[in-house]
């Protein structure tokens, strides 16, 4: 597997000032003093107190706090004529910096991934990436062929601020269903090169979790081939996978993967009528949708099988409209609209609060995903 990582010196725990060392809290050792401060519940209070402890927070002795990552494109470029570069970057909520993230391995080659085309202006092509066991995972999309771009995945990891490439697929593919649940990462239906039905019903699993297992393990297939007419999320739930086969306004079909027994089952009506847009699980229990049409936030009650709508401030739901992906973790959900906008939804306040994240100059998002904030040594 190859590894690129960011060099960087050894970290140090303590300042030297003209020979002496400095303490992170004068009186305490410093383990007892990390274990005061990771009590903290905002890194950016500490962050702002001193440089030693500003250092600390970006430190690997200190609990992580989560961070925006997002993939993005060139704004710039003509539509029309070029095919824009694609970048990863994450927003760092205590410096409110975005900072690129260490070049990936060279294979696959991020330039060859097809997002725009000149003979469909109007059309943006996928490009899908999930995060899973607190991993960025770059898993499909189409080359200028349009064929599979990538045969095995990108995957980087936050804390070593590393990217290694995964095991092949077995069956590369693009336009396909992909998402992860438990810390496992999942890819399902889509096409190759040519359609083929042996590649639109099969599913395949690759664990984070386990790091014996180097192969992408085979399961279930799909009941039909209805799934691989675009690309889609699978939104992990309740140890489940929640797929619906088409976006926007046309007749929708879901299914139900249950990761622990293998198996699929039909999606109930009322749960797949509240896919008007992108859905995401709040930590894995609690889904939400935002109405791609008019910006409306739901969220779906289990027991009596309905959406029920989400109270916001004024003017949110303007600013909701077009969204195209989401992702929910801490009780907040961060959105990528139409316009090239991410937009963060607290929906534990009430009525749920809305602001933007203004994006990196020159770049538009295609989407966003919450990880721990990668280790930065060398802080001033």
């Excluded at 140090?12 to 060392?21: L, P």
């Excluded at 007419?229 to 306004?249: F, Q, S, T």
């Excluded at 739901?298 to 077009?322: H, P, S």
Aim: net charge negative; proline share 9%.
């Amino acid at each position: 597997m190859a590894t690129v990582a960011a060099v960087s010196p050894p970290a140090k725990r303590r300042r030297i000032d003209g020979g002496k060392e400095i303490a992170i809290i004068e009186g305490l050792p410093d383990h007892v003093s990390e274990i005061c401060l990771s009590l903290v519940y905002r890194p950016s209070l500490l962050a702002a107190v001193c440089t030693r402890w500003r250092r600390l927070v970006y430190s690997p002795e200190f609990p992580p706090f989560s961070s925006l990552y997002a993939l993005l494109v060139d704004s710039n470029s003509d539509p029309a004529r070029v095919n824009p570069a694609i970048r990863f970057m994450c927003f760092d909520p205590v410096s409110s910096k975005w900072d690129p993230l260490p070049p990936p391995p060279p294979v696959p080659p991020l330039h060859r991934i097809l997002y725009r085309h000149p003979s469909f202006v109007s059309f943006n092509f996928p490009i899908q990436c999930v995060s899973a066991a607190g991993k960025l995972v770059l898993i499909a999309g189409s080359n200028r062929d349009f064929s599979p771009a990538i045969s095995q995945p990108l995957i980087f990891d936050p804390i070593s601020s590393t990217w290694t490439s995964g095991p092949p697929l077995e069956s590369p593919r693009r336009w396909c269903a992909a998402g992860a649940c438990g810390g496992a990462v999942y890819v399902a239906s889509g096409m190759g090169s040519q359609f083929s039905p042996t590649v639109a019903k099969s599913v395949e699993k690759l664990d984070l979790t386990d790091h014996n297992r180097s192969n992408w393990q085979k399961l279930r297939e799909l009941r039909d081939l209805r799934f691989s007419r675009e690309a889609i999320d699978a939104v992990g739930w309740r140890r489940k996978l929640l797929m619906v086969n088409v976006k926007g306004e046309a007749i929708k079909e879901g299914a139900i993967y249950d990761v622990v027994n293998d198996g699929w089952e039909a999606m109930p009506e009322e749960m797949v009528a509240g896919w008007r847009g992108p859905v995401a699980a709040m930590e894995e229990e609690t889904l939400y949708s935002v109405d791609e049409r008019n910006g409306t936030v739901r969220i779906y009650n289990e027991e009596e099988r309905e959406w029920r709508e989400v109270t916001v401030v004024e003017g949110g739901e303007e600013m909701l409209k077009g969204a195209q992906q989401v992702t929910a973790v801490a009780g907040k959900l961060c959105v990528v609209t139409v316009d090239g906008r991410i937009v963060v939804v607290d929906v534990v306040a009430e009525p749920a609060k809305i602001w933007t994240v203004e994006n990196p100059e020159g770049l538009e998002p295609v989407s966003v995903h919450v990880l721990p904030r990668m280790s930065r040594l060398n802080i001033s």
